[in-house]
């Protein structure tokens, strides 16, 4: 009765055709432009952005009118405000200095709407250059160094969370470097005790 598709905006043009074809009417596509991230396998965010972008809003009144309809969900209510404020500036900055490929428009931004007000950290970007020796080793001890100054402002190691793409080499060095300054740290048996570099 149903075709309900998740993640649209990872779509291609031969999965959409798909869709469409199999559809009368009665799909239901949940996607973010700023979450597309396959574009290495050939997904076409600009497909789904070409559905919001010709779709009406979805009303009361028009609910039962032939044509597809849009409903934005802004609301963000996992997220403080410092994160939901810097996502929105970076992906604003994104998309419309990308040449226009993708429009971005006002309703793609988040509004934050988490009932819990609490005080909030502000948001801090660390740059440091990458180290020859050892992979990932100069970060890890970038990181290091500001969980430090956390903990000594008395935050908990439990509120602390390190997120990587993987749980390869870089998250091995962070281990080691963690267990060198003393830094609590729980992988969840993730992270294998495998030798890196003596530099460490």
């Known amino acids: 009765r149903y075709i309900m598709v998740d993640e649209y905006q990872d779509t291609n043009a031969l999965q959409d055709g798909i869709f469409a074809a199999i559809s009368n009417a009665n799909r239901f596509m949940v996607g973010d432009i700023k979450q597309s991230i396959y574009a290495f396998r050939g997904a076409e ?43 929105n500036r970076v992906f604003e900055m994104l998309f419309r200095n990308n040449s226009g490929r993708i429009e971005y428009l006002d309703e793609d931004a988040l509004v934050f709407s988490k009932e819990k007000k609490e005080k909030y950290e502000r948001v801090e970007i660390l740059l440091t250059e990458k180290d020859k020796e050892c992979t990932g080793y100069s970060e890890a001890v970038l990181i290091a160094n500001e969980i430090k100054k ?51």
């Open 150 to 200: 956390l903990l000594v402002r008395g935050v908990k190691p439990s509120d602390i969370a390190v997120m990587m793409r993987s749980m390869g080499e870089n998250a091995r060095v962070l281990k080691r470097v963690f267990e060198r300054e003393g830094i609590p740290i729980d992988t969840s048996g993730n992270v294998d005790l495998i030798p890196v570099p003596e530099i460490l």
């Open 45 to 87: 965010p600009s497909i789904f952005a070409r559905y919001r972008d010709t779709f009406d809003d979805f009303t009361p009144e028009n609910k039962d009118i032939e044509g597809g309809k849009r409903i934005f969900l802004s609301n963000n209510f996992r997220c403080d405000k410092p994160i939901i404020d810097f996502s």
